[in-house]
């Protein structure tokens, strides 16, 4: 991976996780639509804009051609339709923390998704930390030390994301296809789960009878297409473990957005646990610094 690849990547992935963190408080607008609701209009309007944007950019014949490729390949399909599970599932549980106050329990799994992230990289991609890296990742497992001495568990959503990212983004990288159009198609996949959830939810007539809808959801479609289609190519971008790493700038968002937006509270005793990961955020965003001020090669 080249300089310029390493600084686009860092610059889209923090920009993902600024829209992610938007969105998380963007739910508060969308009620009274449940957690299943909400993911479903997004997995919807998010699809309508990505092949809005396929055309415009007049990439519809590449899209039809990676269709073809998958379809014809048993393996390649196995692979998208389970990728397209779990990104269902992570995107069903971003939605429904908020509505749900779960938001503090998903903004740790967050946390901890980049410590399993940085682990894959080391040992399954054989990737190297420098300094500033090691140090981060020592703050942040001293925080996630703290809560698991504190809770003695981990709450099954914070173990879904922390756990449920890295197959994903492995089997993302295995595919060797453009990441917009294996976006496309993980959406097409989830099209019918979501169209048969609001089916069966039965709220779609009192959704589409409320007039703010019109807007709200379209906006939660594009901001939803945009904050995903950067992250996932900041992931094809990024060595693993520094991608990883990156990842503590959003549950820090989160843990804001969570505080100020949703009316939940930061307690005295959980401070050890986000502090020292504070901390890993800041050691990383000088790692980044460093990174994009390296000259080319």
Known sequence: MNQHEISRGIGLSVFASAL??????????????????IFSWRILCTTIAVL?????????????????????????????VAMAAMLGVQQWLFLWAPVNGRALEVSLGYFLLPLAMVLV???????????????????ALLGVAHELWMTRAFSWPTLL????????????????????????????LLVPVAAVALALNGSFAATVQTPAMYLLLPG????????????????????????GILGYVEPVLLVLVAMAVLG????????GTY????????????????LMRRPAS
């Open 20 to 37: 992610f963190a938007f969105l998380s408080g963007y739910t508060r607008l969308l009620a009274p639509l449940d957690g299943l609701d």
């Open 52 to 80: 809005v944007l396929i055309a415009w950019r007049r990439h519809g014949d590449q899209l039809r051609a990676a269709c073809a490729e998958v379809f014809c390949q048993p393996r390649k399909l196995l692979a998208l």
């Open 121 to 139: 990289g080391r040992f399954y991609y054989g990737e190297r930390l420098d300094l500033v890296q090691r140090l981060a990742v020592l703050c």
């Open 161 to 188: 994301v922390a756990l449920g990212y890295p197959p994903y983004f492995v089997l993302r990288r295995r595919l060797r296809m453009d990441s917009l159009m294996i976006f496309a198609i993980e959406l097409l």
């Open 220 to 243: 939660l479609g594009v901001v939803s297409m945009v904050a995903l289609a950067c992250y996932l190519r900041s992931g094809k971008l990024l060595p693993m473990g520094l991608f």
């Open 264 to 271: 939940e509270s930061l307690q005295p005793a959980q401070l």
């Open 275 to 290: 502090v020292p990961i504070w901390l890993s955020v800041a050691l990383t965003a000088l790692h980044s610094v460093r």
